[in-house]
């Protein structure tokens, strides 16, 4: 019912969406709550292109923090960190995955509870100009990874602890 209501809403968006905006879709978006002691979360989706021109990505704002930023991790030698990028660049018919241990939404010090089960409003800023409206669903954090999980990286990849450089 709430999916049936969404699409609804998504349609009605739509109709006032400039022209081409429907090409961009975002699918499978949620967000971590921060670890406990620490202000900063993280948000994943998946970014679709199905039109004909590259989209990029220059920004993400939410009610949850007036400092979300978008981030990617950089292989530094033997450590991966992460950093700070401008923006995302979504080829035409492809896909570009935020997922742990890549790009992400940093969302830092946050200043709104996140709570399991809400849905979050966020605003993608596009490049040409348009907005994209999302909601993404706050879910629980997995248990910490057992040793035998097939990814080195863990959740933890993206968040910081001390000495997250964010200026
Ligand atoms: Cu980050």
């Given at each position: 019912?709430?999916?049936?209501?969404?699409g609804?809403?998504?349609?009605?968006?739509a109709?006032?969406?400039?022209?081409g905006?429907?090409?961009?879709?975002?699918?499978?978006?949620?967000?971590?709550?921060?670890?406990?002691?620490v202000?900063?979360?993280?948000?994943y989706?998946?970014?679709?292109?199905h039109?004909t021109?590259?989209?990029?990505?220059t920004?993400?704002?939410?009610?949850?923090?007036?400092?979300?930023?978008?981030?990617?991790?950089?292989?530094n030698?033997?450590?991966?960190?992460?950093?700070?990028i401008?923006?995302?660049?979504?080829?035409?018919?492809?896909?570009?995955?935020?997922?742990?241990?890549?790009?992400?939404?940093m969302?830092?010090?946050?200043?709104?509870p996140?709570v399991?089960g809400?849905?979050?409003?966020?605003?993608?800023?596009?490049?040409?100009?348009?907005?994209?409206?999302?909601?993404?669903?706050?879910?629980?954090?997995?248990?910490?990874?057992?040793?035998?999980?097939?990814?080195?990286?863990?959740?933890?990849?993206?968040?910081?602890?001390?000495?997250?450089?964010?200026?």
């Open positions: 019912m709430k999916r049936v209501f969404l609804i809403i998504l349609a009605l968006t109709q006032v969406a400039l022209a905006e429907h090409d961009f879709e975002v699918v499978d978006a949620f967000a971590y709550p921060p670890l406990q002691g202000k900063n979360a993280v948000a989706m998946e970014l679709h292109n039109g021109e590259p989209v990029r990505v920004g993400i704002t939410t009610a949850l923090t007036e400092h979300a930023e978008l981030h990617d991790h950089i292989d030698g033997d450590v991966m960190r992460m950093q700070r401008d923006a995302i660049t979504v080829a035409p018919g492809e896909a570009v995955v935020l997922e742990s241990g890549g790009k992400h939404v969302l830092i010090d946050v200043t709104e996140m399991p809400d849905l979050v409003k966020m605003q993608l800023q596009l490049a040409d100009g348009t907005r994209k409206n999302i909601q993404v669903p706050i879910i629980r954090r997995q248990p910490a990874h057992s040793a035998s999980d097939h990814s080195h990286h863990s959740e933890e990849d993206d968040e910081p602890m001390a000495g997250h450089a964010h200026h």
